[in-house]
């Protein structure tokens, strides 16, 4: 068994330790590399086909291209795809900079979605490496009433032994490729030739490394026309991966408050 595929058994093990010990989960769907690989992992772990929701809380704001993704993909993986709006920037705290403002709107919309819903888990295609806030979260992750997360008061979690009783009322974030790299993400891509959105593909010198929408996300300086170079990239490259996203360059403890309040 190679890297790879003890990255592929662990997650495939946590998806189906949620469905067996959660009563009604979804997957969040954000379009991007990440939660790309997860679905194709989730339809492994249940034979071809996801057996809960797909959710995409929509923002109205991603690319042309991400959206023509969704469409397509969303009938060739026979998702139950539920696309849920997110409220309009006026709903959202003001004290937060611009980039982290708009992003937050997505945090409120995922809060009316549950509301709707009365999911109890919530997959999401989240990396420790990814950024440093994700990188103190667990693999199943409790969640307060209000869909707020306590970064001092998360439950161990030694030897893959589980805490999957959210809080009356709450819910669980469950990460099942939170042990993954970015460039595990994209050796896996390769080696089980998932589709791809063009964005993350190099054109006219500039690429996106990581996507979120149109308005507060950037390409990055990048040749890397293929996933092979793609790869060569990251072992060279001292650019973060979300050096594009705008919210990240806002105040210091921006992410930090909107992972508090319940961001993905």
Same mark, same amino acid.
């Given at each position: 068994m190679d890297?790879?595929?003890?990255?592929?058994?662990?997650?495939?093990?946590?998806?189906?330790?949620?469905?067996?010990?959660?009563k009604k989960i979804a997957l969040l769907w954000s379009l991007g590399k990440?939660?790309?690989?997860?679905?194709?992992?989730?339809?492994? #772990?249940?034979?071809?086909? &996801? +057996?809960?929701? *797909?959710?995409?809380?929509d923002t109205g704001k991603k690319f042309p291209e991400m959206y023509r993704f969704r469409d397509h993909y969303g009938k060739e993986w026979e998702l139950d795809l539920r696309v849920e709006p997110c409220p309009p920037i006026d #709903?959202?705290?003001?004290? &937060? +900079?611009?980039? *982290?403002?708009?992003?937050?709107?997505?945090?409120?919309g995922l809060k009316m979605a549950l509301a709707k819903f009365g999911f109890d888990g919530l997959i999401a295609g989240i990396r420790r490496d990814?950024?440093?806030?994700?990188?103190?979260?667990?693999?199943?992750?409790?969640?307060?009433l209000e869909g707020n997360w306590?970064?001092?008061d998360q439950p161990p979690e030694f030897w893959d032994h589980f805490n999957a009783s959210p809080?009356?009322?709450?819910?669980?974030?469950?990460?099942?490729?939170?042990?993954?790299?970015?460039?595990?993400?994209?050796?896996?891509t390769?080696?089980?030739?998932?589709?791809?959105?063009?964005?993350?593909?190099?054109?006219?010198?500039?690429?996106?490394?990581?996507?979120?929408?149109?308005?507060i996300t950037n390409p990055v300086n990048s040749t890397a026309s293929n996933i092979d170079e793609i790869l060569?990239?990251?072992?060279?490259t001292k650019v973060p991966e979300r050096a594009g996203r705008a919210l990240d360059h806002e105040t210091e403890d921006a992410f930090e408050r909107l992972r508090v309040a319940g961001y993905l």
């Open positions: 890297h790879l595929d003890q990255l592929e058994a662990q997650s495939i093990y946590i998806f189906r330790e949620a469905f067996a010990r959660l990440d939660s790309n690989v997860m679905i194709w992992l989730a339809r492994k #772990a249940f034979f071809g086909r &996801l +057996p809960f929701p *797909a959710l995409h809380v #709903a959202v705290d003001p004290t &937060l +900079p611009p980039a *982290a403002r708009s992003a937050a709107r997505k945090t409120e990814e950024e440093a806030t994700r990188a103190k979260e667990r693999v199943f992750s409790p969640r307060g306590d970064v001092r809080p009356q009322g709450a819910h669980l974030r469950i990460h099942p490729i939170l042990h993954w790299t970015e460039a595990d993400i994209w050796a896996y390769k080696r089980e030739n998932i589709p791809i959105i063009p964005l993350y593909l190099s054109q006219n010198g500039k690429r996106y490394r990581s996507l979120g929408d149109q308005d060569i990239e990251l072992e060279q």
